[in-house]
């Protein structure tokens, strides 16, 4: 009898987080049609005239809000419900609902961005109707996870007593996002200045990365075991974040050159992560079919910290700035380490279901076109560092250079149907039987 | 033998859809209303003509399967086929308006019981294999060559001769008898929704149909888009042939409501599109996919896919579903064309509720918990939002204001950036620079992270409203290889002008210092050692002609709104440059004129092109311009 339960607890979960990969995908292959549509127009901008009023400025809104809080935010979900037991018993019910709310909201925002709303404010762009929709859809999802939490009372020594703890300080933070969202995404309030750039500071950097880092630290205590090898990078790790930290309060909120050595030292301080990352996850057990991801994943984020910190230098980033270089950067950390991430989790989560992901087609034609996509984006941004036209009007090396950034968008686009249509698939294999045969008979 | 094979091919039953479509499309839609136009027939007399149709159709439709006078299908059939053949060739004769209505009536009588008999037996007529594929083609191939330009363009004389020849062959293809049987279905997969349910539907998608239709024939940007030019029509016929294939394949794999469901939403975006002209090419396209999709079920499901028990109920289901869906909801469609002049929103989403209904009742069936939360999340936003627009009505805009809003509505930010980096290559081309203090003010600033187009932070200083609102109107003719789509759309309300007042503020107190270092500028050594005069002269053509030239679009287009008409640079008069016997002074001039164009005037800088690439194009002028010209004024008037 408990075996079955235990059975039926494990395909809740498994079904679950397949919703959640699901969602994922959709947003993700959204998002990707969308960025491929406007990589068409910058070489053939006639083609605007077919948009009427949904212009490429509106479109460019919802591309870069649906890769944000579509595609790398709903597999985050997938660990809370992971972390809070909302996948398991009763409240797996409301799995399905709370991601339904969450899509329907960055639906509805979307049509909201394309009717010219928008708060002005690159990627905290909610604004009017979708400004109380999305943290609403947040709430949802955050009296899921606590109500999961008031369920789940098990386990009295201290390790569970340390766990009840973290969730409990984990709820309270989740509560606070809805409403940073909303407060943030108002007119006052913005980040510290580069005064030479119009960029963010050194500080203001080392601070959201530091956060990145805090939570791949995480992580991996929501997903999986430590083992017995390498203790020490663990302790290490967190003390070593706790003196970043310190470091990042020191370097103040004050808008600052990145030609002060203090900045541009402050921000280097993040490549100790190079070495120590890769030695944190090497101290946890993860799945077999976890290795490709979590490797891609390690590799990308090397590749973010050396390039955003070189990308940072004086003399660098005064010839990169407004070009398309830094949207490779952006590229490198959202197509590249954070969607790796994202993958990784998802995989170690669904278990023997992460088929989906670990196609050798898809992986290589991801991280490959995505790394043309940044050598791409840098040689482009290089050029219009020295000639600030080089992207403004139609030239045959610009437009070269975009006809191959569309092809990489393409083969993007196409990993990511893959990845989608075999969501689709084990959706359908992982829905109970009862509504399977429903809908058969409905058919 | 052969011929028994042919006959069981189901041409027969091809052919007889494929000439119903034409003549209802070129002869009752298009041909007759062309010569009532040519016979002065218009207004209060046109309604009552269309009205005697209408009657006409509905009157047999409803009535064919209900009386039992000449009850054999063959004769039923050849009756249809030679009244509507008649119909036509009587439209040749002048007709005064009495015998325009008995003609208009026989048109609508004949096609009623025509396509009310043709569909209760088509299942005999279409062979025994892939029946669904021969109404597909025989729809597809009566759009077709109804799009065929020689055909759609002749004059309606024709297109009647031709639409009643073609009756006339109907009647020779009808097959000699026919084998009655009970009742035969060529698919195995029954509809099961109800039929008054179905009726809607089909109501709903050819009163989309029939308004858009009147809003293209009756709108002339539309219709240019849409069916003139041999192009155009090649293109609608071969989609209107895929899409009836397509959709004769999607009815035999999937059910009947999923190609009514895929037909509505085709034909919702294109009536969507249809509100804007400027979006006539997408919906050009989508307009005949939708058309087939559903014209294909339209004689497929009365014919083939009812689940009637009797001839006698298909051939009463035939008859309600073309007399509601056929004649009623194609007046009221036309109608809605006529008098709104556009398919209003609200109505594509009641015809979508209608259509798209088992779909939404299967999902709220399966997914109650999943739409509970969704429309309570959706539902509270809504309140607090209105109760948040109640409690912070403040005090209204002013313009700069409102032209801010729509820099952030349209992203602007994600092409433009709004800051010109200290001791940059920015000062020169996009300053002065503005301070940390100033941008603070702003809420929130609109620095931007990247540049697809230059850098606005001071535009108020470098461009004269005049010249940002050309350049909205067409961004690429007026600065040469731009990539920015045009903008008028946002003249068509009080947006466009909010937005160049906007734009017009973005200037800081160090304007004029500024505009001092601009003439201080000379091309540099480098630029004059690579200068090229042909290359000048390209540019010329690419980025100044359009205002400089006698010729020039935007100088034609703008010419009464401009302080004062650009030169024609082949003629003259040139207020701001030096004599023509001081060459030196006169090209660096001209190549500072060319890059930061004239302070307080319409005539704008082109920053971005390369110092060579500007002395290129003032050598190219100096050596081109007269020398002289008799009104030549060393100062200003």
Known sequence: MNANRADASSRDGSRAIAHVA??????????????????????????????????????????????????????????????????????????RPVLWAWSASLAVASLTWLSGESSGKLFLDWSGYARIAFPLAMLALWLLLAASFVRTRKGADHAAWFARGAKLLGLAILLAVPLAIYVASGPNGYPPVNPDTGGPTGASQLESSLFVVAILLMLPF?????????????????????????????????DVSHHRPAQFLGLGSLLIWLPLTPA???????????????????????????????????????????????????????????????????????????????????FHAWNWSVLAYVVIMMVAGWLEGSEPAFTISLGAARNVLYILRLATGVIMLAASLEWLVDASVL?????????RAAQEKTA | MWTGRLR??????????????????????????????????????????????????????????????????????????????????????????????????????????????LVTHLGQWCGEKNQLLKVGLGTGIGYLLCNIPAFFAASPQVQAVAAGLLCLAGIGITPRAIEVKPNSRSTDRPAALPFSFIVACFAALVWLDSA??????????????????TAHLWTNGALHLCAALGSAWLLRRRALSFVLSL????????????????????????????????????????????????????????????????????????????????????????????????WLLKICRMRTREIGLVAVVLLAAFLIQRIHVALHAGDPLSQVERGRRVYISEGCIHCHSQYVRPDT???????????????????????????????????????????????????????????????????????????????????GPGTQQHVTEEEQWRPSAAALAGVDAADGERLFRRDCATCHSSDGHTRAIWQASFKRLPPDLSAGPFFYLPPAEMPELRFERLAQITRFGIPGTDMAGHEYLTGKQTASIALWLLRNMPQAHPSQKQSIP
């Not at chain 2, 056929?326 to 006529?338: F, K, N």
């Open chain 1, 22 to 95: 699901w969602h994922s995908l959709l947003w993700l292959v959204v998002g990707n049609s969308i960025g491929v549509m406007l990589a068409v127009l910058l070489l053939a901008p006639a083609l605007n005239r077919w948009l009427g009023e949904w212009t490429y400025g509106r479109w460019m809104i919802v591309h870069m809000n649906l890769a944000l809080y579509g595609w790398a935010s709903l597999p985050m979900l997938a660990f809370l419900f992971k972390v809070y037991g909302a996948d398991r018993g009763p409240a797996a019910a409301w799995c």
């Open chain 1, 222 to 254: 929501g997903l999986t075991r430590r083992k017995s090898v390498r203790p020490w990078a663990v302790g290490a790790s967190w003390v070593v974040l706790a003196a970043e930290a310190v470091l990042c309060i020191a370097l103040g909120r004050a």
């Open chain 1, 280 to 362: 944190y996850y090497a101290a946890f057990e993860w799945r077999a079919n976890t290795r490709r991801w979590r490797n891609a994943f390690l590799w990308w984020w090397a590749a973010l910290l050396v390039s955003g910190w070189i990308l940072f230098l004086p003399g660098v980033l005064d010839h990169f700035k407004f070009t398309d270089g830094l949207v490779g950067h952006s590229f490198t950390a959202m197509a590249g380490f954070l969607s790796a991430l994202l993958i990784f989790v998802m995989v170690q989560l669904l278990g023997d279901d992460g088929w989906i992901f670990t196609r050798t087609w898809s």
């Open chain 1, 427 to 435: 959706l359908r294999e992982r829905e109970p039987v009862p509504a």
């Open chain 2, 8 to 117: 069981n091919s189901g041409w027969q039953g091809a052919s007889l859809v494929a000439i119903t479509y034409i003549y209802f499309l070129i002869f009752a839609q298009f041909a007759f209303l062309g010569r009532l136009a040519a016979l002065g027939i218009a207004g209060t007399n046109l309604k009552a003509v269309m009205a005697a149709m209408a009657a006409g159709g509905i009157l047999l439709s409803l009535l064919t399967p209900r009386i039992s006078l000449w009850s054999s299908p063959l004769l039923r059939l050849r009756l249809g086929l030679s009244m509507s053949s008649a119909a036509a060739f009587l439209a040749l004769l002048p007709l005064s308006i009495s015998v325009a209505i008995a003609v208009a009536l026989l048109i609508g009588a004949g096609l009623g019981l025509l396509t009310v008999t």
């Open chain 2, 212 to 229: 858009a239709f009147f809003i293209i024939q009756h709108t002339a940007s539309l219709k240019a888009g849409t069916w003139q030019g």
């Open chain 2, 263 to 358: 037909a509505f939403f085709v034909l919702a975006c294109a009536c969507l599109l249809l509100l804007d002209p400027a979006r006539i090419l997408p919906a050009s396209v989508l307009y005949p996919i939708g058309v087939s999709l559903y014209s294909v079920a339209l004689v497929a499901y009365p014919s083939l896919i009812s689940p009637a028990a009797s001839i006698a109920q298909r051939g009463r289901q035939a008859g309600w579903l073309y007399a509601i869906a056929g004649w009623v909801a194609s007046a009221l469609g036309i109608g809605m064309g006529q008098n709104l002049g556009h398919v209003p929103p609200a109505f594509v989403a009641a015809a979508g509720a209608i259509v798209l209904l088992p």
């Open chain 2, 425 to 507: 290559k920015d000062v020169l081309m996009w300053g002065p620079v503005e301070s940390i203090e100033d941008l603070r003010r702003e809420r929130p600033p609109l620095i931007g992270n990247r540049r697809q187009g230059p850098d606005l932070a001071e535009v108020g200083g470098r461009r004269s409203p005049l010249w940002l609102k050309m350049h909205f109107f067409d961004p690429a003719e007026v600065s040469g290889a731009s990539i920015m789509p045009s903008y008028a759309f946002l003249f068509r309300d009080g947006r466009g002008n909010d937005l160049v007042e906007y734009l017009e503020s973005l200037r």
